[in-house]
């Protein structure tokens, strides 16, 4: 696709849910990255991808959170049991090489 | 562990004035990138303007330029001709390249809200 889409774009759960925010970025890009951005703050690292393999997950806040790349291609974070802390903007970005980054709009995420 | 601090919670300019959104950030590498993004309320990270370290001249894209000091550890980014539409968050960012040149993580500010008033 012409961008990196993210869906869906807002997300309300209950506390104790669990839910799974998916990435589609932009065809052929490499690498593919996922960040946390709290109310007010910037973004945060979570996790990283090169094609299928998480290269560096030391971002991911707690065993409840897990990413996965199965084919190199589309992202799917999955957050277990949510908790209120985890309401937040969820950020995935794709790379063909080097440092040009593609954000997509993010899925708004509220817990309850 | 990389710092970048934006000391300005929020800005305003008046429409086709200059403004300047400071950054610092703290380091010990002496290879790495600098950026300036642009968060519209439609969530997306805008690429604004990028910096290599080991070149001396300052960025430049159209209306916006970088004052880049390294020695200060300062990144600060100058809108000239301000318009409506630059209404957004700016973050600061950071990222060291890994082993071999491939892209990175990002490390952000917690920004700066600049209002462009007509």
């Known amino acids: 696709g012409a961008g990196v889409s993210q869906s869906p774009r807002y997300k309300v759960a209950k506390r104790g849910q669990d839910v799974a925010l998916r990435c589609d970025p932009i065809?052929?890009?490499?690498?593919l990255f996922w960040y946390q951005q709290a109310l007010g703050q910037g973004p945060e690292f979570l996790t990283y991808?090169?094609?299928?393999?998480?290269?560096?997950k030391s971002g991911l806040p707690s065993d409840r959170f897990f990413a996965e790349r199965p084919e190199g291609s589309v992202s799917t974070l999955k957050i277990q049991r949510t908790q209120q802390e985890d309401s937040a903007v969820y950020l995935c970005?794709?790379?063909?090489?080097?440092?040009?980054?593609?954000f997509g709009s993010g899925t708004r995420l509220t817990v309850v | 562990a990389q710092t970048v601090t934006q000391s300005q919670p929020e800005m305003s300019v008046q429409e086709a004035e200059t403004v300047t959104l400071s950054c610092t950030y703290d380091?010990?590498?002496?290879?790495?990138?600098l950026f300036w993004y642009k968060q519209p309320p439609s969530r997306q990270m805008i690429l604004v303007i990028r910096q290599e370290a080991y070149k001396q001249q300052n960025a430049t894209e159209n209306r916006f330029s970088v004052n880049f000091q390294k020695a200060a550890k300062s990144f600060s980014l100058k809108i000239s001709d301000s318009q409506l539409g630059d209404t957004a968050m700016y973050f600061c960012a950071f990222m060291k390249p890994s082993f071999g040149g491939s892209n990175y993580k990002l490390t952000f500010g917690k920004g700066t809200l600049l209002t462009v008033n007509p």
């Open positions: 991808f090169q094609n299928e393999a998480q290269l560096d």
């Open positions: 380091t010990s590498e002496s290879n790495y990138y």
């Open positions: 065809s052929g890009h490499v690498s």
């Open positions: 970005a794709s790379s063909l090489t080097g440092y040009g980054y593609t």
